[in-house]
């Protein structure tokens, strides 16, 4: 900052306060100012605080005119990228997309009201309300984002908007209460599966016997198991490409880095992958590429999900099945032998209970039932 001395033709004397800043949108440089009756201590940090006040609302008019809502949803996505997963980052895309169909063309995020927000997420009311949901969470996260650029003065919008999915339809109710298999159930699948792909049955009844993220399960390494135990400390991405050179990433939360002991089955079938594999390795030089991992293709990689997930609907079953089942037909199982529901989900790696407790109040109406049955079998 700096003052000019200014006379009036009257003889008065005034002083000038002068700022110069770069705009933030042209970096050009452009100067702010304010006028002074006297030059004290007290008016030059009235001055200041002045300046500045006019730089912080001239950047914010500037920002805010200029831009759009597109732009500033990929920015935010480019801003939180580095600290993300890799799936994360390709939900964001997803987000970025829908948004930027329900909204007008190139709108401004200076122009935006409620009612433009609460009309284009009615747009999309059709969807399931988780989706809805993460959407509209990604929308105020950017709105905050822009807010702390200084880009926007005003957001208060964000915190009266509110969105919702379609209702629950009877379906999608007994869509969640199947997302587990029965032991009857669990077999017969994996005998199906066996017929077809012997090493993705194996892998999916090693993680019906574990618990394990299909993540966590392609993830296994030799060092991760120890004759008794693995230690989860990894998972395999679907958006990490199998060429990168580091393929393995952190486990979805800190409660997912976890010792799960195996029974005798589970060890097994470790001890036989690991066979199949330095077989795989002395056989097939130039073919298999030995990696270290447990559950790998017929070239050493770990296997993915996807491909699991189109065998299983290859098989045509009753209700569609895909790896998670698996996952949820663990903590099914344990509910049923009365495995307390901290411990299953210290097993599992689950930091909030609702997914855990939802499949174990399940595993219990089954147990009722079974009870109640039992009971008419009485004779008095």
């Given amino acids: 900052m700096y003052v000019e001395e200014r006379r009036s033709k009257s003889g008065r004397i005034s002083y000038r306060a002068i700022e110069t800043y770069i705009d933030r949108l042209t970096g050009t440089r452009r100067r702010v100012s304010v006028t002074m009756d006297k030059k004290t201590n007290a008016t030059m940090k009235w001055a200041t605080a002045e300046l500045q006040k006019k730089i912080d609302e001239a950047q914010e008019t500037k920002a805010a005119k200029n831009i759009t809502l597109a732009e500033l949803l990929k920015e935010y996505a480019e801003y939180r990228a580095p600290d993300v997963r890799p799936t994360t980052r390709r939900a964001h895309a997803d987000y970025i997309k829908r948004l930027i169909k329900i909204f007008p063309d190139n709108v401004l995020i200076s122009a ?88 993705y049955a194996l892998m999916l009844e090693f993680i019906a016997l574990t618990g394990l993220r299909v993540g966590e399960c392609s993830a296994l390494r030799y060092q991760d198991f120890d004759g008794e135990n693995i230690d989860i400390n990894g998972t395999i991405s679907q958006a990490v490409r199998l060429s990168a050179k580091e393929i393995k990433t952190p486990p979805k939360t800190l409660s997912s ?95 909030n209970p609702k997914t855990t407790l939802a499949v174990y109040s399940h595993a219990s109406e089954k147990m009722h039932r079974e009870a109640a049955d039992k009971l008419d079998e009485i004779s008095m």
């Fill in 112 to 199: 935006l009201t409620l009612p433009i927000i609460q009309k284009a997420f009615i747009k999309i009311r059709d969807l399931s309300g988780i989706t809805v949901g993460m959407t509209a969470s990604f929308f105020k996260q950017s709105m905050k984002y822009a807010k702390r650029m200084k880009y926007i003065t005003d957001i208060s919008f964000i915190h009266e908007m509110t969105v919702s999915g379609r209702a629950k339809t009877v379906d999608d109710v007994k869509r969640a209460r199947e997302k587990f298999l029965t032991r009857e159930e669990l077999a017969e699948v994996l005998q199906k599966v066996h017929e077809i792909k012997p090493r």
């Fill in 257 to 351: 880095f976890r010792t799960v002991a195996l029974n005798s089955r589970a060890i097994e079938i470790l001890k036989q992958i690991r066979i199949e594999n330095m077989k795989a390795a002395a056989w097939n030089k130039g073919k298999y590429t030995e990696k270290g991992y447990f559950f790998t293709t017929s070239t050493g990689n770990p296997i993915r999900f996807a491909n699991i997930n189109r065998t299983l609907r290859s098989l045509k079953l009753p209700r569609h099945i895909s790896t998670h089942v698996f996952r949820h037909t663990h903590i099914f199982l344990l509910a049923e032998l009365g495995v307390p529901l901290k411990t299953i989900m210290e097993r599992v790696g689950h930091i």
